[in-house]
T-cell receptor, first 116, second 113 residues
Framework: GAVVSQHPSRVICKSGTSVKIECRSL??????MFWYRQFPKQSLMLMAT?????????EQGVEKDKFLINHASLTLSTLTVTSAHPEDSSFYIC????????????FGPGTRLTVL | GENVEQHPSTLSVQEGDSAVIKCTYSDSASNYFPWYKQELGKRPQLIID?????GEKKDQRIAVTLNKTAKHFSLHITETQPEDSAVYFCAAQYYNQGGKLIFGQGTELSVKP
């Protein structure tokens, strides 16, 4: 149980285009999902907290108009990187907190974004 | 502010030796402290966690200790094996901020046969 999927696993796009990444909780309801970004040889940096049916809460320094987050249901959150540039190339990972659960977060497998 | 410091950044041990990784956190409101193992290109894998009402927890070769007063928590791996080689991250959870996790900088552990 407690499986989180992400799609796509890898994406290569041209500079200036937008890319959408999906995060799904497959066998549980997630009231809260989190989006992280990880550059090579660095830690996971929290970008935003996504709550079902409400606006996401962004961490300091993360541009909300560039990284659009939509948490439309209890099993799906999407992150759209708008007007992507090479510096946005990174490993994006989501995690989900189970509704009614206590502490543990369940991580998706990540999405490798490369912007040319 | 919210901050988690992790040391060392790299750690090399001989197979069979013990490895210790230490973290400190800044916010006394943190109540949950997980440890993750991450292999290259993969998702973080939870290996052990501890809640703020417990001082120590052990699971076979892995143990975690928590000192709430000092805001320190540590990961102990005994009888290390080459397959323990990976990057390890500590994290602190802020339950009153939606349960978000703040990660330490990571420790690259290398276990030499």
């Amino acid at each position: 149980g407690a499986v989180v999927s992400q799609h796509p696993s890898r994406v290569i796009c041209k500079s200036g285009t937008s890319v959408k990444i999906e995060c799904r909780s497959l066998d549980f309801q997630a009231t809260t999902m989190f989006w992280y970004r990880q550059f090579p040889k660095q830690s996971l940096m929290l970008m935003a907290t996504s709550n079902e049916g409400s606006k996401a809460t962004y961490e300091q320094g993360v541009e909300k108009d560039k990284f659009l987050i939509n948490h439309a249901s209890l099993t799906l959150s999407t992150l759209t990187v708008t007007s992507a540039h090479p510096e946005d190339s990174s490993f994006y990972i989501c995690s989900a907190h189970q509704a009614g659960g206590y502490n543990e977060q369940f991580f998706g497998p990540g999405t490798r974004l490369t912007v040319l | 502010g919210e901050n988690v410091e992790q040391h060392p950044s790299t750690l090399s041990v001989q197979e069979g030796d013990s490895a210790v990784i230490k973290c400190t956190y800044s916010d006394s409101a943190s109540n949950y402290f997980p440890w993750y193992k991450q292999e290259l290109g993969k998702r973080p894998q939870l290996i052990i966690d501890i809640r703020s009402n417990v001082g120590e927890k052990k699971d076979q070769r892995i143990a975690v200790t928590l000192n709430k007063t000092a805001k320190h928590f540590s990961l102990h791996i005994t009888e290390t094996q080459p397959e323990d080689s990976a990057v390890y991250f500590c994290a602190a959870q802020y339950y009153n901020q939606g349960g978000k996790l703040i990660f330490g900088q990571g420790t690259e552990l290398s276990v030499k046969p």
